[in-house]
């Protein structure tokens, strides 16, 4: 039996590589996906992600739009991390797929009441339209097999504030309202929180974009570097390959730009690999709460490991992996479908 997956995503150069690496694993069938605002807004999310399926050659899936806003505060984005449109130096036709007439929470509730605990939620970006839609049915969290975050930062510093991680900064109201919701639920049912800590270790490189296109069986090879003229752009046979390419690099150059070194941390995909296979993290339990009054620390999510606040654990905490056994999974898998898909008669 496929894994049934809803997806929640702000599509963004990571959260494309998760919705290819969900296309490529044959355990995982996609039930739907929530277009949210963060990375870019709604709108350009959805547009992005309904773009990314068709790249992928997923079968119809519905996507629905997310709001507009956060719950409290105004929107930011970061055209600077993923680029104009969100997916770094790539262009991708514009998708024929419609857009839900529903709301994402609705089509999260739906989804989830539909197949009451078989669905992973998997969200890799900010929590507005999860806490829309508990607010919509408050048992989800019962409903839900498991819930797998991306976000928040523990013992390790922020990448958007000194102490606050993008997703949670985006709309902290919401990750508060999710962790909340979550701290009656059983052990088995706690969300699993991939953070910074932990995806900050999962480091792409210019080898894995050319493992990709091995893979994948495209031609040439084309070694990506510090040196490229932002203008230029992948000539590889392969669409896929040709896309990652183009999408990768400009996720290089922006953590280049930060002193990070030539790589990316690929924080979304690591999740979604997490959804379909938790032995693939180490995790310890922890109440999570989020901070929304601090002058200097709003947003930062706080994490009480040893109990002190009195109060049942709320999450398992991704706290080791390997990411050799990722980054494997990642190019096996995405590398597979890219040359299935580029075999298919047009
Ligand atoms: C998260 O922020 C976004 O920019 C990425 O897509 C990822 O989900 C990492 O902090
Ligand atoms: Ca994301």
């Keep these: 039996m496929p894994q049934q997956i809803f997806l929640d995503v702000d599509t963004g150069i990571d ?5 290819l690496y969900l296309l490529a694993s044959p355990e995982a069938r996609i039930t739907g996906i929530a277009a949210t605002a963060g990375n870019v807004p709604a709108a350009q999310v959805a547009a ?47 998708s024929a797929r419609p857009l839900s007439a529903r709301t994402a929470a ?3 509730v739906e989804k989830v009441r539909a197949a009451p605990g078989e669905v992973i939620g998997l969200c890799t970006g900010p929590l507005t339209n999860l806490a829309l839609a508990l607010r919509l049915e408050p048992a989800l969290p019962r409903l839900l097999r498991r819930l797998v ?13 000194p102490t606050n991680e993008w997703n949670i900064h985006v709309d902290p109201e919401a990750a508060k309202e999710v962790f909340d919701a979550f ?30 296109a091995r893979a994948a069986g495209s031609a040439p090879i084309e070694p990506v570097g510090p040196g490229h003229h932002p203008g230029w752009r992948s000539a590889a046979s392969d669409p896929v390959i040709r896309y990652l390419t183009d999408a990768v690099r400009f996720y290089f150059d922006f953590h280049q730009l930060y002193d990070l070194g030539y790589l990316a941390h690929m924080h979304d995909p690591f999740a979604a690999a997490v959804a ?28 009480d490991w040893a109990g002190m606040w009195g109060r049942e654990p709320n999450a398992d905490i991704v706290i080791g992996t390997d990411p050799a ?18 075999q298919e008669p047009a």
């Design 106 to 108: 609705e089509l999260w």
């Design 276 to 303: 379909l296979d938790p032995a693939l993290a180490v995790t310890r339990p922890a109440t999570v709460d989020v901070e929304l009054t601090g002058t200097l620390t709003r947003a930062t999510t706080v994490a």
């Design 15 to 19: 959260d494309s590589l998760a919705v």
């Design 183 to 212: 701290s009656a639920a059983p052990a088995d049912r706690r969300p699993l929180v991939c953070a910074l800590d932990i995806t900050e270790t999962i480091e792409m490189r210019p080898a894995h974009l050319e493992a990709l």
């Design 325 to 342: 056994v990722f980054f494997d999974r990642l190019v096996t898998r995405v590398g597979a479908l890219a040359r299935r898909l580029s």
């Design 48 to 94: 992005n992600t309904l773009a990314i399926l068709d790249l992928g050659g997923a079968p119809p899936i519905e996507v629905a739009l997310g709001a507009a806003e956060p719950l409290a505060i105004p929107l930011r984005t970061t055209e600077d991390t993923h680029g104009p449109q969100g997916l770094g130096y790539a262009e991708l036709p514009v």
């Design 149 to 161: 975050v991306m976000g928040g930062a523990f013992n390790h510093p922020g990448n958007t504030t």
